[in-house]
């Protein structure tokens, strides 16, 4: 399967379907960054949202920036702070 990766904001309720779900791969991840599924519907809904496409390379060094700021913060945090919190981990996009 091939995708497109696109910067969108997330407005909240309503801002991608359960029928966007079933016409094309979807997925978010940190720094809103989108995963769309490369598809004739994917690409409208792309669209409609004003998102701004990227390379996968451009995607993942954006994603990664952000985990790396999460994990900073993370870093920073006082022992005691650390106990119900996970580390962040780094993601790699499809």
């Given at each position: 399967?091939?995708?497109?990766?696109?910067?969108?904001?997330?407005?909240?309720?309503?801002?991608?379907?359960?029928?966007?779900?079933?016409?094309?791969?979807?997925?978010?991840?940190?720094?809103?960054?989108?995963?769309?599924?490369?598809?004739?519907?994917?690409?409208?809904?792309?669209?409609?949202?004003?998102?701004?496409?990227?390379?996968?390379?451009?995607?993942?060094?954006?994603?990664?920036?952000e985990?790396?700021t999460?994990?900073?913060q993370?870093?920073?945090?006082?022992e005691?702070?650390?106990?119900?919190?996970?580390?962040?981990?780094?993601?790699?996009?499809?």
């Amino acid at each position: 399967m091939s995708y497109k990766y696109a910067i969108i904001t997330n407005t909240g309720k309503d801002f991608f379907t359960y029928q966007n779900r079933l016409d094309f791969f979807l997925r978010g991840y940190p720094a809103n960054v989108w995963v769309i599924g490369n598809n004739e519907k994917g690409a409208l809904w792309l669209a409609e949202k004003n998102g701004v496409e990227k390379t996968k390379t451009e995607a993942q060094a954006i994603v990664d920036a952000e985990i790396s700021t999460s994990q900073t913060q993370w870093d920073n945090l006082p022992e005691a702070d650390k106990f119900n919190d996970r580390r962040p981990t780094d993601i790699t996009l499809p």
